[in-house]
């Protein structure tokens, strides 16, 4: 097989630079081709790519603004490769991750997989916290964290493969953002393809964001998930009403114990707050990082639950059309 790499970018030409010296480490020993999409950047990373011309092969494309997923399909069109390989420009690729995707493939192919992510120890406390929310299996990020047991697998675009042939048949990404991966997924499924988790190809994603931008991005989410479930009401779950539920019963908590003495439910949050804090300290040998990780679920739950809610009476109750109940989460190709 012959790998391109396929990475949008917009106005990150500083993380490019990270991602491109962490893949000139590959010990991968075949050519595989990167193939850099910017999207519309004021902020171009041209000299970046120029700058790793010697020891990488990179295709540099500038196109206008037109979202992650029609830059993604715009650089699998240009790549001359059979398979590709997505990643998002803020991750920091191991020097192994490769030869794992070609061992897998040769072991048990499948057109399209997703790998989980993780942390280094150069990251912000911040980052760490947003990854332990974003991946661990206490919270909605067990998928993410490398577990398949809930269900069939639904890579995500931070690190993705997907076959050319498989693009081809579905016509790769969507125009929704976010939901752009999950949306590919079950058409490719419905095509007849199949999807599958590379434990041992993870990436490093730095995630580029403070909790005002994280709240913002779990909340998008949240509003994109019933689109989905209207689009697709067969791959509906219940465990995708889990935030909106914890929020509704946190209130209700709240409720009882002030008007009827009765805390006991509100005593079954704080256990698991708790256990929220010492799995993080311990798994990031940091009390700080354990702190911040409560704040990170409560944004994430809250952001998700409440997108998820509003949009739920907007497109399922009210039966408005997505892109007019939410615009935002629709790019115009």
Same mark, same amino acid.
């Given at each position: 097989m012959f790998f391109s790499l396929i990475i949008p970018v917009y106005n990150r030409p500083d993380e490019?630079?990270?991602?491109?010296?962490?893949?000139?480490?590959?010990?991968?020993?075949? $050519? *595989?081709?990167? #193939?850099? @999409?910017?999207?519309?950047?004021?902020?171009?990373?041209?000299?970046?790519?120029?700058?790793?011309s010697d020891r990488l092969t990179i295709s540099y494309y500038f196109k206008e603004n037109s979202g992650p997923g029609d830059s993604r399909n715009?650089?699998?069109?240009?790549?001359?490769?059979?398979? +590709? $390989?997505? *990643?998002?420009?803020?991750?920091? $690729?191991?020097?192994?991750?490769? @030869?794992?995707?070609?061992?897998?493939?040769?072991?048990?192919? @499948?057109d399209c997989f997703g790998g989980p992510d993780r942390a280094l120890d150069s990251f912000s406390d911040i980052q760490k916290a947003i990854n332990f929310a974003m991946t661990s299996f206490l919270t909605t990020g067990g998928i993410r964290g490398g577990s398949e047991k809930l269900d069939k697998f639904q890579p995500r675009s931070f690190n993705m493969g997907l076959s050319k042939k498989a693009f081809e048949a579905s016509h790769g990404f969507g125009n929704i953002h976010p939901g752009e991966d999950p949306d590919l997924t079950i058409r490719l499924w419905n095509l007849g393809?199949?999807?599958?988790?590379?434990?041992?190809?993870? @990436?490093?994603?730095?995630?580029?964001i403070d909790w005002q931008k994280f709240s913002t991005q779990v909340n998008k989410f949240g509003k994109a998930r019933p689109i989905l479930n209207s689009w697709y009401p067969k791959y509906n779950k219940l465990t995708f009403f889990f935030?909106?539920? +914890?929020?509704?019963?946190?209130? #209700?908590?709240?409720f009882l114990m002030l008007f009827y003495n009765f805390d006991y439910l509100l005593q079954l949050y704080f256990v698991y707050f708790l256990v929220l804090f010492l799995v993080s300290s311990y798994q990031n040998k940091s009390i700080k990082i354990g702190y911040l990780s409560l704040i990170a679920v409560w944004n994430q739950f809250y952001g998700y639950g409440t997108g998820f809610m509003k949009s739920y *009476? &907007?497109?399922? $109750?009210?039966?408005? &059309?997505?892109?007019?109940? *939410?615009p935002e989460l629709f790019f115009k190709i």
């Open positions: 490019v630079d990270e991602l491109l010296e962490s893949l000139a480490q590959s010990t991968y020993k075949d $050519i *595989f081709e990167i #193939v850099l @999409v910017e999207d519309g950047s004021t902020l171009l990373c041209n000299d970046v790519a120029e700058k790793y715009y650089g699998m069109r240009k790549a001359r490769g059979d398979y +590709f $390989i997505i *990643f998002d420009s803020d991750c920091i $690729i191991p020097s192994n991750y490769l @030869v794992e995707v070609d061992k897998a493939l040769k072991q048990n192919y @499948v393809f199949e999807t599958k988790l590379f434990p041992t190809a993870y @990436v490093y994603h730095k995630r580029r935030p909106s539920a +914890f929020l509704i019963g946190l209130i #209700v908590s709240i *009476f &907007k497109v399922i $109750i009210l039966k408005q &059309k997505p892109q007019e109940a *939410f």
